[in-house]
């Protein structure tokens, strides 16, 4: 490990730590840390959330669970005219997964502006 005369502590690792999470600041008695899970790393005093990636950055991984690319949204004008937007997801057929921003889905987890979607998707 390579100390840095003029900084003592702490030393900036020479590149990024890769973690599960995006990190997170806390200040604590003992310092400023940047914080992923049990992953817990000193940073200097002035570190803005700006700087994290020079200390951690996130593991790409392979499936993530909701990819935005994945990701299809419409948006739907209700009776009303107030405009809703309808976002898909998951490609795989049995695991498409519809929501709508309007409140009826977020009563009923269904609602007009889904089926209207469902029913384009499936004229094609
Ligand atoms: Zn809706």
Redesign the pocket.
Known sequence: MTVIDNKPLPTPPASPIEVDWPPLLANLPSGRYAISGATWLRVPEDTTFEDLPRYMVVKERESQPAAPQSAREWKVRGSKGNE?I?TQRGSDSRQIFFS?T?V??GFRRK????DSIKKQIEAK
């Open positions: 809703y309808v709508c309007c009826g889905y609602c007009k502006h889904v």
